[in-house]
């Protein structure tokens, strides 16, 4: 099969949807959620008011390293650095004393967040709850291994400013026992179980400040930046070997497209580490891409903006000219076609 | 705590579509209603601001589709029972073809949720790069690099490479 088939049989397996809830179980259902959701914003504002009113956490000083209610003593289990984010804080408190919350100055946007629980039978599972500066953010099953809350997807958020102290509080939502689900009813059967022992391990993650940082030296040698996403690929260039903040320049010819050019030429663009790479075409700007880790991603320059201002014509010389900043390894770009819809 | 004027016939009416959405995103009927539900719970509590205008969907989806992508990785891989068990209509369709689909569909639940969400929006939604953008909240250009490093990764499985990758 192919991609023209992905739909089909997208709508083939959504046709397999399950006898509909009754309209007033689904909206009692939110309702639920609605009403614990507001408890917990509810709790964790009082938490907030008596932190502040009591100091029984302190809130750093903006020039001061981030601390967190639990002292050093916390396990050592996040890493560092997981691809674009680096660790700023941690915190651990015993799951059934919870709620736990951690006070961090973020110097980087945005921010994640991770936990760590101790480790259950597979049947069990345990949903820690997770609220920032009072703002319900969901909740999400907790394992014995480091993994993401949420993610590096809430840029849009107002309430986290870089140098400004925030909280985040973890509480247990609910600690369930799973059942086999049975196959054709697609039913999550579990039941409520006492909160397990031990203890909670929570970290704040922010994304690498591009350009404030010394490369890792715990990284023993960049990755390779990753093959370009396209077959056709039209013109490359590389950065100086010797000096990969140097700009490069390179030219290529436009190619014959159709009339509707909108996957007629694609440019993208990889840094193997942080830093900013600005791209132009015949001196208009297309684009300034900023990386934050180590692996390689690959961004797209959006073409179509470019091809509006300078309406190119077959055969025309285009010039590209690609201008670093705050790199210290090897980018690449490249000027290729992309596969077709 | 009574739902908000209008907010039971927006579920009556709207919430199956969105239900279909979310069982793209999770591949499980389940945890597609309570994603569906946490996203209808997140409108209820804006609907004030919400009502005046003409469409409240948009909005859910934006909040459904972004829930999804920054919250409920690790719950998925936990809960999620689809990868080893196929669908009840399998019986009904050719083995060859059972193969060739149940290795798409598994090889989609392995993208990464960005770019997973990226191919749900562009191929079940068929929504364009604006409106898939606009609900991803990026730019038009990263819909197309989301959309293109899917497809690659989907051009790598079997199923895709035994018919010439034409992808």
Known sequence: MNVADLPGLMWQRAEDAPVPLLVESRVDAIRRKVIVGRQRTAASAVIAIALVLFGVVGLPRLDEKPTTTTGSSAKPVFPKLKGDYELLTTGHASLRSLPLTVTFTPTSLPVDFSTVCPKQDATTVISIELVVNGQDE????????????????DESRDDLVVGVPATATFSVEKTLRSHDTPPDTGANQSTPIPTPAGSLFVAVYQAVPVGQTSRPSSLPS???????????????????????LAPRSFTFTYPKCPPSPESCIAMAVTSQTPGYLTVSVNGVAAGEFTFRGYQGYVDEVDFGAVRKSLHPKTGQTMTITVTPAAVSGGWQFAVAQPPPA | ???PPGFEEFVTFRSARLLRAAFQLTHDWALAEDLMQTALAKTWRAWSRLSGENDPEPYVRKIMFNTYATWWHRRWNHENPTDTMPDRSDALRPLGQIDDRDEVWRAIGRLPKRQRAAIVLRYFEDLTEAQTAEILDC??????SLTSRALASLRLDAAFRSEGASA
Do not use: E, M
């Open chain 1, 138 to 153: 969901g909740s999400g099953t907790c394992n014995d291994a480091p993994d993401v809350l949420f993610g590096p997807n």
């Open chain 1, 222 to 244: 960049l990755d390779a930046i990753a093959p370009l996403p396209y077959a056709d690929v039209y013109s490359v260039v590389d950065s100086d070997p010797a000096n990969p």
């Open chain 2, 1 to 3: 705590v009574a739902a």
């Open chain 2, 139 to 144: 730019s038009i250009g990263n819909v197309k």
